[in-house]
């Protein structure tokens, strides 16, 4: 092994220590803040509802990691977040809404002059839809579907305020840079 190769070698390591180092702070401030929202009062009195504020630390992952880590970020605080404050059903409505919203937020995010709010808005939405969908699967009712309508509404607002979240962080971060 040469020289160049070795401080490759070192370099990788070093990235994936900091890209496990950052995935745990990043696990960590989301199930923070699910506990914090958990304790919340509900939004409005449409039950259900919740502002989703550790999404905004998915759409940071989004943009200032790399895809593959953002979905194991996503898979994670499902697992972790249902296992904690919720149960089975908690995981299966979880996991429904993040794969719709992570795969919209994936191919979204990737598009040139498409905005961090922008795409956490679409996030927020599709999260919303994967759950009812998953309601409807689940209750064999297509009922649920006059609900979609006040949560595409709530998802879009809900998904504004974390992308602007998400969206200072990260332009102040890349200032500090």
Same mark, same amino acid.
């Given at each position: 092994?040469?020289?160049?190769?070795?401080?490759?070698?070192?370099?990788?390591?070093?990235?994936?220590?900091? #890209?496990?180092?950052?995935?745990?702070?990043?696990?960590?401030?989301?199930?923070?803040?699910?506990?914090?929202?958990?304790?919340?009062?509900?939004?409005?009195?449409?039950?259900?509802?919740?502002?989703?504020?550790?999404?905004?630390?998915?759409?940071?992952?989004?943009?200032?990691?790399?895809?593959?880590?953002?979905?194991?970020?996503?898979?994670?605080?499902?697992?972790?977040?249902?296992?904690?404050?919720?149960?089975?059903?908690?995981?299966?409505?979880?996991?429904?809404?993040?794969?719709?919203?992570?795969?919209?937020?994936?191919?979204?995010? #990737?598009?040139?002059?498409?905005?961090?709010?922008?795409?956490?808005?679409?996030?927020?939405?599709?999260?919303?839809?994967?759950?009812?969908?998953?309601?409807?699967?689940?209750?064999?009712?297509?009922?649920?579907?006059?609900?979609?309508?006040?949560?595409?509404?709530?998802?879009?607002?809900?998904?504004?305020?974390?992308?602007?979240?998400?969206?200072?962080?990260?332009?102040?971060? #890349?200032?500090?840079?």
């Amino acid at each position: 092994m040469n020289a160049f190769q070795g401080k490759r070698r070192v370099r990788s390591v070093r990235q994936a220590t900091l #890209r496990t180092a950052y995935s745990g702070l990043l696990i960590a401030t989301m199930l923070v803040l699910g506990y914090v929202e958990s304790l919340l009062p509900a939004v409005g009195t449409v039950p259900g509802i919740k502002m989703g504020l550790s999404n905004s630390v998915l759409i940071f992952a989004v943009y200032m990691l790399d895809l593959p880590t953002a979905w194991m970020l996503m898979v994670l605080k499902v697992f972790l977040t249902g296992l904690l404050f919720g149960g089975a059903t908690t995981i299966l409505y979880s996991m429904a809404g993040g794969v719709l919203s992570m795969l919209l937020m994936t191919v979204l995010s #990737r598009l040139d002059g498409v905005h961090p709010v922008t795409v956490s808005m679409v996030g927020g939405v599709m999260h919303n839809v994967g759950q009812v969908l998953m309601a409807m699967l689940l209750f064999h009712t297509r009922q649920l579907l006059y609900y979609m309508a006040v949560l595409i509404g709530v998802g879009m607002v809900c998904g504004a305020l974390t992308g602007v979240c998400a969206s200072s962080v990260m332009k102040h971060l #890349r200032a500090a840079k």
